[in-house]
T-cell receptor
């Protein structure tokens, strides 16, 4: 599975959009980009995933660059409850294995 | 609502005992489930892939005789930590895959403390 690189931490003001970047320059053609988040002492929560097209759901939007070497997770209106560690993972659906990096700790501030 | 249930959510036991953790997919059949371990302030580490009806596949460095995995049905995988010691204390998390390119869903984890 391709390695991903994320900034270790970010701050965001409550009510503003949170844009979390992820670099996956070695991603292969059959690997999807998955985003999960983990709130303290809980299991990871699925947010969104995509292959090459931009995706949007009720939680977030995922913007994938045309060359697929990077992506951005957008939380349109961050709330205090969005404070968590956000993981970007590039993985093939064939194996199903998710290899977690260190993620980005997002702190939403009032 | 939760699609993967994990039980128990926390357990405290004495050194030398064995502890079983259950992971159930609630509304779908999962031919594959995964077990992770997470130490404080660290990321999740994949321990093994649990395959229904066959032997689990362990990641490098994970002792298969220490962490017994059984996936006897399409909705249940169990992880047994045998002869647990204080260094086995950790947060254990399972996940289940619906298949295809569908995302994995995770349980809420089991916090294991060995005294």
């Amino acid at each position: 599975d391709a390695k991903t690189t994320q900034p270790p931490s970010m701050d965001c003001a409550e009510g503003r959009a949170a844009n979390l970047p992820c670099n996956h320059s070695t991603i292969s053609g059959n690997e999807y980009v998955y985003w999960y988040r983990q709130i303290h002492s809980q299991g990871p929560q699925y947010i969104i995933h995509g292959l090459k097209n931009n995706e949007t759901n009720e939680m977030a939007s995922l913007i994938i660059t045309e060359d697929r070497k990077s992506s951005t997770l957008i939380l349109p209106h961050a709330t205090l409850r969005d404070t968590a560690v956000y993981y970007c993972i590039a993985a093939s659906s064939n194996t199903g294995k998710l290899i977690f990096g260190q993620g980005t700790t997002l702190q939403v501030k009032p | 609502g939760a699609v993967v249930s994990q039980h128990p959510s926390w357990v405290i036991c004495k050194s030398g005992t064995s502890v079983k953790i259950e992971c159930r997919s609630l509304d779908f059949q999962a031919t594959t489930m995964f077990w992770y371990r997470q130490f404080p302030k660290q990321s999740l580490m994949l321990m093994a892939t649990s395959n229904e009806g066959s032997k689990a596949t362990y990641e490098q460095g994970v002792e298969k005789d220490k962490f017994l995995i059984n996936h006897a049905s399409l909705t249940l995988s169990t992880l047994t930590v045998t002869s647990a010691h204080p260094e086995d204390s950790s947060f254990y998390i399972c996940s289940a895959n619906r298949g295809g390119n569908q995302p994995q869903h995770f349980g809420d984890g089991t916090r294991l403390s060995i005294l």
